[in-house]
T-cell receptor, first 112, second 112 residues
């Protein structure tokens, strides 16, 4: 089955700097890679996702890149703000057909 | 994307008892899932709730402990049976209609 590894487990950056979180997956059949943001006591919220037919996707300050050959994908947050502080999870699945498998999570702290 | 209503939001239960958690989706979805999230941890899949048939359980989770029902395309229940303090956790349901996975608000369970 699918296995998703996420690094780093914690990340602290200065406000305005960029943050990068990386994930690798094991199942080459996976074709859908979402990223979730979870604030304390809240449900995971989808912030961006990418399908395997695309190498990069951007939404304002957030971007995701995918390398299918190496089976890894990354989340990039630019111009970080204090409200970006949260736990971020990557995940992988075969879209619409299978369960979503999560990485271990990254606790991102933005220092003012 | 679908909106999921999950209840109860929290409960404190005596060991040895059972609790049933309900999730109602506002539209028909193809797949529903149940996750457990220990404090400070990632989301671990308990099972896939199959409409009209037995759920598909992940390794380490069994039907006798976590019976699941999904009588139609928009509703599912998870029962945590014969609870012990180790079952204290957050339980979340998730659903997908073919694109994107959304989550219920979670049930915070404390077993005393």
């Amino acid at each position: 089955g699918e296995n998703v590894e996420q690094h780093p487990s914690t990340l602290s950056v200065q406000e305005g700097d960029s943050a990068v979180i990386k994930c690798t997956y094991s199942d080459s059949a996976s074709n859908y890679f979402p990223w979730y943001k979870q604030e304390l006591g809240k449900r995971p919220q989808l912030i961006i996702d990418i399908r395997s037919n695309v190498g990069e996707k951007k939404d304002q300050r957030i971007a995701v890149t995918l390398n299918k050959t190496a089976k890894h994908f990354s989340l990039h947050i630019t111009e970080t703000q204090p409200e970006d502080s949260a736990v971020y999870f990557c995940a992988a699945s075969i879209q619409g057909a299978q369960k979503l498998v999560f990485g271990q999570g990254t606790r991102l702290t933005i220092n003012p | 994307s679908a909106v999921i209503s999950q209840k109860p939001s929290r409960d404190i239960c005596q060991r040895g008892t059972s609790l049933t958690i309900q999730c109602q989706v506002d539209s028909q979805v193809t797949m529903m899932f149940w996750y457990r999230q220990q404090p400070g941890q990632s989301l671990t899949l308990i099972a896939t709730a199959n409409q009209g048939s037995e759920a598909t359980y992940e390794s380490g989770f069994v039907i006798d402990k976590f019976p699941i029902s999904r009588p139609n395309l928009t509703f599912s229940t998870l029962t945590v049976s014969n609870m012990s303090p180790e079952d204290s956790s957050i339980y979340l349901c998730s659903a997908t209609g073919g694109y994107g996975y959304t989550f219920g608000s979670g049930t915070r369970l404390t077993v005393v």
